[in-house]
């Protein structure tokens, strides 16, 4: 009954962890998880107001389908504020989230024989829709020890007459490494005089805690002309149930054929979502963002500190997002056995690496309030610990 292209797809193991973590929290046991992928703080009020103020005026039909004229404008607004890009409204498309961006993306461009560069550890949905669309994988392992970024000779030699695309996150979902505008200007070389198409995903760009963010279309004409930006709000703003992404691209043929795809099947995104994430957009929630951060830099700082005493673990200070992905080959060669055992022994949920391409690892969430923090972190020393 199924198609083989529906049989290419693998359940994240993020959210199967997280499913186990909330049954046995169900069944009454005292679980702690760092599993999920999003804010622990609420929306800013100011943008669930201009969503009920959307709602009480009648914003509720169907809208372009590519997003409303104003909220096109608010994301070329922030582009340019925030990244020094410009693009017009006809380089913009508004999506249901990155996710639905990037699936749009991929659907568009990529077909059986294309291969697509995705640096490992990735998050996990790269490698799931690349498939999906008949594209081939072409990892690129890195390691804590390179603070989990390609080099421009990695990049030089995945490179083959049949590379499609290469997939950028900065900051990285799950190691939350950044790349610095001298690093994607020596990688966009690398790519000068190919058709290569670089998907920059840019949805931890407001959690920055140390340096500075770069968005990859911005370090070069030609690296302007070849890149696709993906962001959202999700992240950023604690807005992952609205439903709210979008991309932007020099190539007007390629927003164009996404916009196609997107009128049959989806539509527009939801009508109130348009009118809130303006608001966003513009800044009003500025002051609540800054203080989601600074409160996540503080959890991180402890976090690395804590980690770091812990007898057989290490782990990197990621420069952005919120996510740890602490190494633990000195007490295991198997991260999924790790992590069941120590979600079954000590009640704690982390993801394996091996879910985001990388042997070896754990992602930590930090989006959790400090006292779990601790505790959890004490709980998986004791495991570790127990493992010797
Ligand atoms: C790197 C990265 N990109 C994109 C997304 C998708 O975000 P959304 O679809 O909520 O906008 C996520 C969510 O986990 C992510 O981690």
Redo the contacts with the bound molecule.
């Keep these: 009954m199924l198609t083989d292209r529906i049989n290419t797809l693998s359940e994240s193991i993020t959210i199967a962890i997280t499913t186990l973590a909330q049954e046995l929290k169900a069944e009454g046991k005292d679980i702690l998880s760092f599993s999920a ?1 999003e804010p622990d703080f609420d929306t800013p009020q100011v943008i669930k107001d201009a969503a009920i103020n959307a709602i009480n005026e009648g914003f509720t039909k169907y809208t372009a389908v590519d997003g409303i004229p104003a909220l096109k404008t608010a994301v070329a607004n922030k582009l340019k504020r925030d990244n020094g890009l410009t693009y017009a409204a006809n380089q913009i498309i508004v999506n249901n ?4 961006s ?1 699936f749009n993306l991929f659907s568009a461009t990529i077909q059986k024989g294309d291969e697509v560069i995705i640096p490992a550890p990735y ?1 996990v949905t790269y490698p799931e829709l690349v498939k999906y669309c008949g594209g081939t994988v072409v990892e690129i392992q890195t390691q804590d020890m390179s603070s989990f970024k390609i080099t421009p000779e990695q990049l030089k030699n995945a490179l083959t007459k049949n590379t499609k695309m290469l997939i950028l ?1 900065t900051p990285s ?1 799950p190691t939350g490494s950044v790349y610095t505008k001298e690093e994607l200007t020596a990688l966009g070389k690398v790519l000068e005089g190919t058709k290569v198409i670089v998907a920059s ?1 840019e ?2 760009e407001k959690l920055i805690y140390d340096g500075t963010f770069t968005s990859a279309a911005s370090v070069s004409r030609d690296m302007y002309e070849r890149t696709v930006t993906i962001n ?1 709000l ?2 950023s703003v604690a807005m ?1 149930g609205w439903r709210f ?1 979008y991309m932007a691209a020099h190539n007007t043929a390629l927003i164009k054929a996404t916009k196609k795809l997107q009128s049959q099947s989806t539509s527009n995104i939801n009508s109130i979502t348009q009118k809130a994430a303006i608001v966003a957009l513009d800044g009003a929630a500025d002051s609540d963002i800054e203080m989601m951060r600074r409160e996540f830099k503080a959890r991180r700082d402890e976090a690395v500190k804590i980690f770091n005493a812990v007898e057989g673990l290490s782990v990197l200070k990621p420069d952005g997002a919120f996510y740890l992905f602490v190494n633990i080959q000195k007490v295991s060669s198997d991260s999924l056995t790790f992590a069941k055992e120590l979600l079954a022994q000590k009640g704690v949920a982390v993801v394996p690496g091996v879910g985001f391409g990388s042997e070896g690892y754990f992602r930590f969430s930090f989006a959790t309030d400090i006292q779990s923090i601790r505790t959890g972190i004490k709980r998986i020393e004791e495991f570790v610990s127990s493992l010797k």
């Design positions: 992928g989230g990155a996710k639905h990037l998050w996150t979902n995903d949805m931890y959202g999700s992240k992952t992404g």
